[in-house]
């Protein structure tokens, strides 16, 4: 079993950055993907960005290609987000998944452990 906690969701203008947060524990955090979703309200669970073991590979989301950065700390057994160029419509609840698979990163069904989420919000 992995457990996931984020951290770093709030608040936030227009325009401003965020750095989100994934704590993992109770396995070895390098062996496992992480993966980055976010779920807006009334909206499915969207990919948003994955990173591989050894965080020398990165795949982003369309919607966030170029604004967001997905990174790892494999010391500290955490993933981050840092997110930036913020706008309304990135306002969701931001989830961090992990998977010790192959296959395919890009949907929910490729993650085998979820943490709780973090609400991230953007104000005009």
């Known amino acids: 079993q992995v457990q996931l906690v984020e951290s770093g969701g709030g608040l936030v203008q227009t325009g401003g950055s965020l750095r989100l947060s994934c704590a993992a524990s109770?396995?070895?955090?390098?062996?496992?993907?992480m993966g980055w979703f976010r779920q807006a309200p009334g909206k499915e669970r969207e990919f948003v960005a994955t990173?591989?073991?050894?965080?020398?590979?990165?795949y982003y989301g369309d919607s966030v290609k170029g604004r967001f950065t997905i990174s790892r700390d494999n010391a500290k057994n955490t993933v981050y987000l840092q997110i930036s160029s913020l706008k309304s419509e990135d306002t969701a609840v931001y989830y961090c998944?992990?998977?010790?698979?192959?296959?395919?990163?890009?949907?929910?069904?490729?993650?085998?452990?979820w943490g709780q989420g973090t609400q991230v919000t953007v104000s005009s």
């Open positions: 998944a992990a998977t010790s698979r192959g296959g395919y990163p890009y949907t929910e069904s490729g993650y085998d452990y």
């Open positions: 109770g396995r070895t955090f390098s062996d496992y993907r």
């Open positions: 990173i591989t073991r050894s965080g020398g590979g990165t």
